[in-house]
């Protein structure tokens, strides 16, 4: 079986034309938004906004706030910055997206798929352990790839 890879991004310091100028010259078919909350005072990525964009260029957009930060664990690891504990804390909250994950994990062999988060650094973003546990349900054919 061939390799699939799964991209993710965040839009943290780029412009809405940076960005999907990323994602169309990666041949990403899907952007999947995972923040909890998909509302941005960066112009262009709200929800709307980036489904409009995507639909013109051809790209699907889909949001899944269920794989969002809870605003509870958000605020603990602003508070304390110890990715660690947010790491721990958000994969106890991520026990309960069993389904959400493994709907996902199919879409993702069907499509090339993006992760969508706000972070730059996909090392301080939830996004990077969605992406783990999706591979694991794939492991053998998945790559990640963080743009």
Request: net charge positive; charged share 35%; aromatic share 10%.
């Given at each position: 079986m061939e390799k699939s890879t799964l991209f993710t991004i965040g839009y943290q310091g780029l412009s809405q034309e940076a960005f999907f100028k990323r994602i169309v010259s990666n041949g990403v078919e899907t952007v999947?938004?995972?923040?909890?909350?998909?509302?941005?005072?960066?112009?262009?990525?709200?929800?709307?906004?980036?489904?409009?964009?995507?639909?013109?260029?051809?790209?699907?957009?889909?949001?899944?706030?269920?794989?969002?930060?809870?605003?509870?664990?958000?605020?603990?690891?602003?508070?304390?910055?110890?990715?660690?504990?947010?790491?721990?804390?958000?994969?106890?909250?991520?026990a309960g997206e069993i389904d959400t994950i493994s709907d996902l994990s199919d879409k993702i062999m069907g499509s090339v798929c993006c992760l969508l988060c706000y972070e730059k650094a996909a090392s301080e973003c939830h996004r990077s352990i969605v992406a783990k546990e999706i591979a694991k349900r794939i492991p053998s054919s998945l790559k990640v790839h963080h743009l």
């Open positions: 999947i938004d995972v923040r909890a909350v998909p509302h941005s005072r960066k112009k262009g990525f709200s929800k709307k906004g980036l489904a409009s964009r995507s639909g013109e260029l051809g790209i699907r957009y889909e949001h899944i706030g269920s794989l969002g930060t809870p605003e509870d664990i958000r605020k603990e690891f602003k508070a304390n910055g110890d990715f660690e504990e947010f790491t721990e804390l958000y994969l106890n909250n991520l």
